[in-house]
């Protein structure tokens, strides 16, 4: 049975990494110093078909080593990323038995995706083509709606369901705000002033007195 050593911990934070091809990918795994005897590994894969990239015993994979000597900090560095290097890599604990060294503790596993810029450049370009014809369209349909919204009359209200929305690249629809000509800004003010009292004349006890007032009307 494998010996549980009381404080041990393993400690992979990185569960998804992107990386463009050509790039230096960066896989971090700590430990706790001390009280267990055996090496530390990167595996990518896991199972029969898994690939050593780092073993703590095997001189050729050191200079993936970001933190060299170090009896805590196995981060290794994997530079120039090509397309293949694509996987789920794992920092991985093994325990010195008679027999060799035996699986003891592994990490969380971290995902790596490699990214080629072609495909990058792609999808950015075929997601820019979606979004201008969606835009296209939507104007004229909207401009549509505004003709057979005309085409009512005055008093008419669109035709064939049309919502009056109004969008930017549509402009002087229905719901954007207009300015007014200068005939609808002409404001008339009135101007009334009382009249000289006329003279008295002779009126029937009970007969009311009647005002008179001029109209100047001024036009701003």
Do not use: M
Not at 49 to 67: F, L
Not at 72 to 89: M, W
Not at 183 to 207: M, N
């Amino acid at each position: 049975d494998t010996q549980v050593v009381q404080g041990f911990e393993l400690h992979q934070p990185q569960k998804e990494v992107f990386v463009r091809v050509g790039e230096t990918l960066t896989l971090s795994c700590t430990v706790t110093e001390g009280g267990l005897t055996g090496p530390v590994k990167w595996l990518k894969g896991w199972g029969t078909g898994s690939e050593t990239i780092y073993d703590q015993r095997d001189p050729s994979t050191w200079e993936k080593r970001a933190v060299n000597e170090s009896n805590t900090d196995f981060t290794i560095l994997i530079r120039d990323v090509r397309p293949e290097d694509n996987g789920t890599y794992y920092c991985v604990k093994f325990r010195k038995a008679t027999t060799g060294d035996e699986f003891y503790q592994r990490g969380d596993g971290t995902e790596v995706v490699v990214v080629v810029q072609g495909d990058v450049e792609v999808a950015t370009a075929v997601l820019f083509f979606l979004l201008l014809i969606f835009i296209l369209i939507f104007c004229v349909y909207h401009k549509k709606c505004r003709g057979e919204g005309q085409s009512q009359g005055a008093g008419g209200a669109p035709a064939g369901g049309c919502s009056p929305i109004s969008i930017p690249c549509c402009a002087g629809s229905p719901g954007t705000p207009r300015l007014q000509s200068s005939e609808q800004k002409d404001i008339h003010y009135a101007d009334l002033q009382p009249l000289r009292e006329a003279p008295q004349r002779s009126q029937s006890p009970g007969a009311d007195r009647s005002e008179y007032a001029s109209i100047r009307a001024a036009a701003k």
